[in-house]
T-cell receptor
């Protein structure tokens, strides 16, 4: 039972373009929504995160938009660079669960030169 | 030191072997986690330790046995594994204090690539 649905599965974007990844959740018992970037052979690295009382958070070229009523959140990568080519996972922290994270299925992003 | 260190990086073991994966963090985090990640899939939680006590076991088979000797170390003991257990095993830690406290600084190690033959 997938509680966090992520789309698209893969994405190709030109250098300088915008990458957009969307996630939707069903369970309302989530209280923290991080995004992770993972390169082959490496562990996931925290990219940016948001709490549900905030509608948008921006850090450098990365922006999270959060729509609590629609139970949706998205990652925008502005001015995409070849070094951004990686797999991106959205996640949701389950409330009262010692930090258990529920991950989306992942999006493989390829940025072409 | 803002790292979670996992050893070994690669491990090949037979189905009758006993081996251990090790994880260490020195960030003062009080929650530590084991995740399993199959190729092209997201990480799946296996165990959570909070203040050195097992808080969550996600119905993991007993051939995986976690241990938390102190607040900085987390081990995963492996015995009689199956080829389908081959995966990337990730350790993570966070500032999670316990139920009801939103954690920050959730940090993953680079993982141990396990192959069972």
């Amino acid at each position: 039972q997938q509680q966090v649905k992520q789309s698209p599965q893969s994405l190709i974007v030109q250098k300088g373009g915008i990458s957009i990844i969307n996630c939707a959740y069903e369970n309302t018992a989530f209280d923290y929504f991080p995004w992770y970037q993972q390169f082959p052979g490496k562990g996931p690295a925290l990219l940016i995160a948001i709490r549900p009382d905030v509608s948008e958070k921006k850090e450098g070229r990365f922006t999270i938009s959060f729509n609590k009523s629609a139970k949706q959140f998205s990652l925008h990568i502005m001015d995409s660079q070849p070094g951004d080519s990686a797999t991106y996972f959205c996640a949701a922290r389950v409330t009262d669960s010692w930090g258990k994270l529920q991950f989306g299925a992942g999006t493989q992003v390829v940025v072409t030169p | 030191d803002t790292e979670v260190t996992q050893t070994p990086k690669h491990l090949v073991m037979g189905m009758t072997n006993k081996k251990s994966l090790k994880c260490e963090q020195h960030m003062g985090h009080r929650a530590m986690y084991w995740y399993k990640q199959k190729a092209k899939k997201p990480p799946e939680l296996m165990f959570v330790y909070s203040y050195e006590k097992l808080s969550i076991n996600e119905s993991v088979p007993s051939r995986f046995s976690p241990e938390c000797p102190n607040s900085s170390l987390l081990n995963l003991h492996l015995h009689a594994l199956q080829p389908e257990d081959s995966a990337l095993y990730l350790c993570a830690s966070s500032q999670e204090g316990g139920r009801g406290q939103v954690g920050y600084g959730y940090t993953f190690g680079s993982g141990t690539r396990l192959t069972v033959v």
